[in-house]
């Protein structure tokens, strides 16, 4: 009863998911350049392929990624 579903029509996810619309891109950008730069350097596993970077890792570089996208763009995307 308290939970109702609503349809949201094709074409809204600019104004209904913002951060679609322009965060992510520049965000998932920010986040391969770390990535990349990783596997310059990772060690190599038994099986000669770059060991994965620990999740430790991983959360540091979404902190550092984030902190990267200017808060006029996260403004932006929402206005």
């Keep these: 009863p308290f939970?109702?579903?609503?349809?949201?029509?094709?074409?809204?996810?600019p104004v209904a998911?913002?951060?679609?619309?322009?965060?992510?891109?520049?965000?998932?950008a920010y986040f391969r350049d770390l990535y990349d730069?990783?596997?310059?350097?990772a060690p190599i596993s038994n099986t000669g392929n770059p060991e994965a970077p620990s999740r430790q890792l991983l959360a540091t570089w979404v902190v550092q990624a984030w902190d990267k996208i200017p808060s006029e763009l996260v403004w932006k995307s929402c206005t």
């Design 17 to 28: 998911q913002p951060l679609d619309k322009v965060i992510n891109k520049v965000f998932k």
């Design 3 to 13: 939970f109702h579903p609503e349809i949201i029509p094709g074409g809204l996810t």
């Design 37 to 41: 730069l990783y596997i310059l350097s």
